[in-house]
T-cell receptor, first 111, second 116 residues
Framework: QKEVEQDPGPLSVPEGAIVSLNCTYS??????FMWYRQYSRKGPELLMY????GNKEDGRFTAQVDKSSKYISLFIRDSQPSDSATYLC???????????FGAGTRLFVKA | EAGVTQSPTHLIKTRGQQATLRCSPI?????VYWYQQALGLGLQFLLW???????NRGNFPPRFSGRQFPNYSSELNVNALELEDSALYLC???????????????FGPGTRLLVL
């Protein structure tokens, strides 16, 4: 079993739709949770960062962490064609453990 | 503020050759991470350097090695290249975990290595 599972998609939605991206994990020591966006042939860029459980909102993006279920989500409201990219979840524990990344979900937002 | 930079952007080698990839972290960041992102796969952790020392290593053979220089820049070396080493190699930098700063990693654009 992988430490982090992420549906690779692709996920295709019309412009303006609400997008839900999810990851599950198995290591209960994870406390830092991140979402990255990666455009084609570019490096990932940090979108959202949360510590422990709860929600965090930034503009059209909302990140949710449910540690009891070992499940994290990224919601994108009013999706735009410019949101078309691969979204990677990532997580780590404290104390210098390496960050574990999901395989990424490819998202296509159609105009 | 300049981001993480990597060179070269593209590299073409043949089987058995050696490849050297370079990375400069964000100013003030002392940790450098290397990842391999093969086509259709997620980021696979390769190496973590901090203060010139190798702190952690992923599940890769010893022909993947590197070092970190006093200015915190880093080099990844891949010896005896194999076809399956073809991938995007990403470098990231961060503040050292445990110092009170969030463990977030800022990525460079990557070096695309093609092994023929």
């Amino acid at each position: 079993q992988k430490e982090v599972e992420q549906d690779p998609g692709p996920l295709s939605v019309p412009e303006g739709a609400i997008v839900s991206l999810n990851c599950t994990y198995s290591n209960s020591a994870f406390q830092y949770f991140m979402w990255y966006r990666q455009y084609s042939r570019k490096g990932p860029e940090l979108l959202m960062y949360t510590y422990s459980s709860g929600n965090k909102e930034d503009g059209r993006f909302t990140a949710q962490v449910d540690k009891s279920s070992k499940y994290i989500s990224l919601f994108i409201r009013d999706s735009q064609p410019s949101d078309s990219a691969t979204y990677l979840c990532a997580m780590s524990a404290t104390g210098g453990f390496k960050t574990i990344f999901g395989a990424g979900t490819r998202l296509f937002v159609k105009a | 503020e300049a981001g993480v930079t990597q060179s070269p952007t593209h590299l073409i080698k043949t089987r058995g050759q050696q490849a050297t990839l370079r990375c400069s972290p964000i100013s003030g960041h002392t940790s450098v991470y290397w990842y391999q992102q093969a086509l259709g796969l997620g980021l696979q952790f390769l190496l973590w350097y901090d203060e010139g020392e190798e702190r952690n290593r992923g599940n890769f053979p010893p022909r993947f090695s590197g070092r970190q220089f006093p200015n915190y820049s880093s080099e990844l070396n891949v010896n005896a290249l194999e076809l399956e080493d073809s991938a995007l190699y990403l470098c990231a930098s961060s503040l050292v975990p445990g110092t009170g700063g969030a463990e977030t990693q800022y990525f460079g654009p990557g070096t695309r290595l093609l092994v023929l």
